[in-house]
């Protein structure tokens, strides 16, 4: 009796359809609104349970992937995680919903270890702003928030890079080394004579020139090559005088002959005069050193005062290269280094010499030390005023610890490495610099011989460290509320 008034029910419904149609197009109630309580009210009537049971809920299409970790990161298709893993698909009945009073799809759970459950401290922001919450919540764009477990936020200052990212963006690492740092200085020069080797030929008494030898600027003599024949009155009584001493033998030649010495008279002559007894007319004058006639100011005829010079004559087999060094880096320069020099006219070929004198002054205009460097020159390649590029090798006291140039960040007030601490941790070490040279850079604290760092990619790393650690700062306190 009871399914029979239900079928007769079943048909007024029907038949009433019409109107309700219209009637729920007026109220904004939809169709599949409709179907639905209309096939609840049928069950009802008829008895039939499978109808009147609760519809199982509809998963509905894949609107998107999510991160299977639960990140902040979303992909319009299937995606992978830089590990291999697969995304989260996320169907229309598990995402947010505008529809009044449907309930807010709780956060992903985050991976745990096989048969350890990790405790949630928190959930942060998932845009990385500095906002925290105890409990599971959305962001303003309906995102939810990230949570954070226990053992995640120890360091704040520790960045985890997956292998695949640490692939892309180019990290590379080195290990700290403990070495002598070698240090090349270079510093522009210029060729000098040696001042030790330039001689003045001169005279100690009035004297007139006769003849000059074939002797011109520019001129390479021997030592005892003849430079010019002189008359004076001088060299001829004191000459007479010897002779006659040597004749009288009263044991008065030995001042007379000192007395040749102190007017400039060469030995060979002096001793020709005790052979043969006889003064002579005129007197040669000798080259007292060899090597290259400078200037010549002898002019036959001509009177020469004394002390006025007839040749300058310099010795070129060792000459000076002054260089120029920076202020900074005259501390690094020892006497006895040994400097490898280049010179703008002879392209091609490199000189060894060594230091061997550091004037005690700095230019006060160009801040610059002089060094003074003994360079050989058998050759006489190396002239005098040529321009020279210098290169010193500086070493250290002693072994010290070092990393690579690239892997310090130095912004002046700061200077770190980063570390690698292995499966993909970094963490910054400050750190104090000491000497550089080579390419590498001494470090006074901060690291041990062995410990690794980052050599590439630093300013990446270094930046996500610091952002992490401004935002751990700012939410602790919210969070442990």
Same mark, same amino acid.
């Given at each position: 009796?009871?399914? $029979?008034?239900?079928?007769?029910?079943?048909?007024?419904?029907?038949?009433?359809? *019409?109107? @309700?149609?219209?009637?729920?197009?007026?109220?904004?109630?939809?169709?599949?609104?409709?179907?639905?309580?209309?096939?609840?009210?049928?069950?009802?009537?008829? *008895?039939?349970?499978?109808?009147?049971?609760?519809?199982?809920?509809?998963?509905?299409?894949?609107?998107?992937?999510?991160?299977?970790?639960?990140?902040?990161?979303?992909?319009?298709?299937?995606?992978?995680?830089?590990?291999?893993? &697969?995304?989260?698909?996320?169907?229309?009945?598990?995402?947010? /919903?505008?529809?009044?009073? $449907?309930? @807010?799809?709780?956060?992903?759970?985050?991976?745990?270890?096989?048969?350890?459950?990790?405790? +949630?401290?928190?959930?942060?922001?998932?845009?990385?702003?500095?906002?925290?919450?105890?409990?599971?919540?959305?962001?303003?764009?309906?995102?939810?928030?990230?949570?954070?477990?226990?053992?995640?936020?120890?360091? =704040?200052?520790?960045?985890?890079?997956?292998?695949?990212?640490?692939?892309?963006?180019?990290?590379?690492?080195?290990?700290?080394?403990?070495?002598?740092?070698?240090? !090349?200085?270079? @510093?522009?020069?210029?060729?000098?004579?040696?001042?030790?080797?330039?001689?003045?030929?001169?005279?100690?008494?009035?004297?007139?020139?006769?003849?000059?030898?074939?002797?011109?600027?520019?001129?390479?003599?021997?030592?005892? =090559?003849?430079?010019?024949?002189?008359?004076?009155?001088?060299? /001829?009584?004191?000459? $007479?005088?010897?002779?006659?001493?040597?004749?009288?033998?009263?044991?008065?030649?030995?001042?007379?002959?000192?007395?040749?010495?102190?007017?400039?008279?060469?030995?060979?002559?002096?001793?020709?005069?005790?052979?043969?007894?006889?003064?002579?007319?005129?007197?040669?004058?000798?080259?007292?050193?060899? *090597?290259?006639?400078?200037?010549?100011?002898?002019?036959?005829?001509?009177?020469?005062?004394?002390?006025?010079?007839?040749?300058? +004559?310099?010795?070129? /087999?060792?000459?000076?290269?002054?260089? &120029?060094?920076?202020?900074?880096?005259?501390?690094?320069?020892?006497?006895?280094?040994?400097?490898?020099?280049?010179?703008?006219?002879?392209?091609? !070929?490199?000189?060894?010499?060594?230091?061997?004198?550091?004037?005690?002054?700095?230019?006060?205009?160009?801040?610059?030390?002089?060094?003074?460097?003994?360079?050989?020159?058998?050759?006489? %390649?190396?002239?005098?005023?040529?321009?020279?590029?210098?290169? +010193?090798?500086?070493?250290?006291?002693?072994?010290?610890?070092?990393?690579?140039?690239?892997?310090?960040?130095?912004?002046?007030?700061?200077?770190?490495?980063?570390?690698?601490?292995?499966?993909?941790?970094?963490?910054?070490?400050?750190?104090?610099?000491?000497?550089?040279?080579?390419?590498?850079?001494?470090?006074?604290?901060?690291?041990?011989?062995?410990?690794?760092?980052? /050599?590439?990619?630093?300013?990446?790393?270094?930046?996500?460290?610091? %952002?992490?650690?401004?935002?751990?700062?700012?939410?602790?306190?919210?969070?442990?509320?």
């Amino acid at each position: 009796m009871s399914r $029979a008034l239900g079928l007769t029910g079943a048909v007024l419904v029907a038949g009433l359809a *019409g109107w @309700a149609g219209l009637a729920a197009g007026r109220h904004g109630i939809s169709a599949a609104m409709l179907a639905d309580h209309a096939g609840m009210l049928i069950a009802s009537w008829t *008895g039939d349970d499978a109808m009147a049971a609760d519809p199982a809920p509809a998963g509905g299409a894949v609107i998107y992937y999510r991160h299977p970790d639960g990140l902040a990161r979303w992909s319009a298709k299937p995606a992978t995680t830089e590990d291999g893993r &697969d995304f989260v698909a996320v169907l229309a009945s598990e995402d947010v /919903s505008f529809d009044p009073g $449907a309930p @807010a799809p709780a956060p992903a759970p985050a991976p745990a270890a096989a048969g350890v459950e990790r405790q +949630i401290l928190y959930y942060r922001n998932p845009m990385g702003l500095p906002d925290t919450s105890p409990v599971p919540k959305k962001d303003s764009m309906g995102m939810d928030y990230i949570p954070v477990f226990d053992g995640e936020d120890d360091d =704040a200052g520790t960045v985890t890079v997956a292998a695949g990212r640490l692939q892309r963006t180019g990290v590379r690492t080195a290990l700290a080394t403990r070495a002598v740092i070698e240090r !090349q200085l270079r @510093a522009p020069g210029v060729v000098m004579l040696d001042e030790r080797r330039i001689s003045v030929v001169a005279l100690r008494a009035d004297a007139f020139v006769e003849s000059v030898a074939d002797v011109t600027t520019g001129s390479v003599i021997a030592e005892g =090559a003849p430079l010019v024949t002189l008359y004076s009155d001088d060299f /001829s009584s004191a000459a $007479a005088l010897y002779a006659a001493d040597l004749k009288a033998r009263d044991g008065r030649s030995d001042g007379s002959r000192r007395r040749l010495s102190n007017l400039g008279l060469p030995e060979a002559v002096i001793e020709r005069i005790a052979e043969t007894g006889k003064p002579p007319e005129t007197v040669d004058l000798v080259a007292p050193r060899g *090597g290259v006639v400078l200037e010549r100011m002898a002019v036959e005829g001509m009177r020469s005062a004394a002390g006025a010079p007839l040749f300058r +004559i310099a010795d070129t /087999s060792v000459v000076w290269v002054m260089a &120029d060094v920076s202020e900074t880096d005259i501390a690094l320069v020892k006497r006895g280094a040994t400097a490898r020099i280049e010179l703008v006219g002879l392209p091609g !070929q490199s000189f060894t010499g060594t230091v061997d004198e550091i004037y005690p002054e700095v230019d006060p205009q160009t801040r610059t030390a002089r060094l003074r460097i003994e360079l050989p020159n058998p050759d006489g %390649l190396l002239m005098a005023n040529m321009y020279a590029s210098v290169e +010193i090798t500086s070493t250290g006291a002693g072994p010290v610890v070092q990393v690579p140039d690239s892997a310090v960040i130095d912004s002046g007030d700061r200077q770190v490495v980063i570390r690698d601490l292995g499966e993909g941790r970094f963490a910054p070490q400050p750190v104090t610099l000491g000497a550089r040279g080579g390419g590498m850079v001494e470090i006074g604290s901060g690291l041990a011989e062995g410990d690794s760092v980052v /050599s590439s990619a630093t300013f990446l790393l270094d930046a996500e460290s610091n %952002l992490r650690a401004a935002l751990a700062t700012l939410t602790a306190p919210e969070a442990a509320q």
